[in-house]
T-cell receptor, first 108, second 116 residues
Framework: GIQVEQSPPDLILQEGANSTLRCNFSDSVNNLQWFHQNPWGQLINLFYIPSGTKQNGRLSATTVATERYSLLYISSSQTTDSGVYFCAVRSRSDKLIFGTGTRLQVFP | GAVVSQHPSRVICKSGTSVKIECRSLDFQATTMFWYRQFPKQSLMLMATSNEGSKATYEQGVEKDKFLINHASLTLSTLTVTSAHPEDSSFYIC????????????FGQGTRLTVV
């Protein structure tokens, strides 16, 4: 089946810093989503981005489907950005497969 | 975005008992819902695909007699963990897709199950 790898696995930042999270996938996909899982487990939809670039406030994402990767940019990070970030891809069998995740900790 | 509600958010049960978790799509009809399981510090693993009016499709390695899924209406899917054991303790989360909303998936709040 399709493999979805994220890097880095862990990231520690000071408030105000910028970061880039990467998602690599092993096969063609129908779509890609980025999620933020908060400390209570809730998955927050960040981006639905099968291709191209989108921005929402301090966050932006870019997916290059032909090269099988996506990037999530976080600028001017805040402590509330802490949590785990997942990318997930929808395979040809219509299943949403999650990546390995990046655990982000932002300190004041 | 579409709203998916999951209940309960937290449950503690004794070994040998069964636990039912509900997943509802509140503002759309979902012919397909998905159930995931997440162990601490790990990613979400797809357990099964729940199809309205038909049998669920289970992923390899998931016991269908252990995890009973019922999708009796277009807005409700239930996951029952039967004869629960401590190793079933985990975070269970459901997802539904609004067919009007491209193929974007939305998730419930999750259920933290602890079997003692």
């Amino acid at each position: 089946g399709i493999q979805v790898e994220q890097s880095p696995p862990d990231l520690i930042l000071q408030e105000g810093a910028n970061s880039t999270l990467r998602c690599n996938f092993s096969d063609s996909v129908n779509n890609l989503q980025w999620f933020h899982q908060n400390p209570w487990g809730q998955l927050i939809n960040l981006f639905y981005i099968p291709s191209g670039t989108k921005q929402n406030g301090r966050l932006s994402a870019t997916t290059v489907a032909t090269e099988r990767y996506s990037l999530l940019y976080i600028s001017s990070s805040q402590t509330t950005d802490s949590g785990v970030y997942f990318c997930a891809v929808r395979s040809r069998s219509d299943k949403l497969i999650f990546g390995t995740g990046t655990r982000l900790q932002v300190f004041p | 975005g579409a709203v998916v509600s999951q209940h309960p958010s937290r449950v503690i049960c004794k070994s040998g008992t069964s636990v039912k978790i509900e997943c509802r799509s509140l503002d759309f009809q979902a012919t397909t819902m998905f159930w995931y399981r997440q162990f601490p510090k790990q990613s979400l693993m797809l357990m099964a695909t729940s199809n309205e009016g038909s049998k669920a499709t289970y992923e390899q390695g998931v016991e269908k007699d252990k995890f009973l899924i019922n999708h009796a209406s277009l807005t409700l899917s239930t996951l029952t963990v039967t004869s629960a054991h401590p190793e079933d303790s985990s975070f269970y989360i459901c997802s539904a897709r609004d067919p009007q909303s491209r193929t974007e998936a939305f998730f419930g709040q999750g259920t933290r199950l602890t079997v003692v």
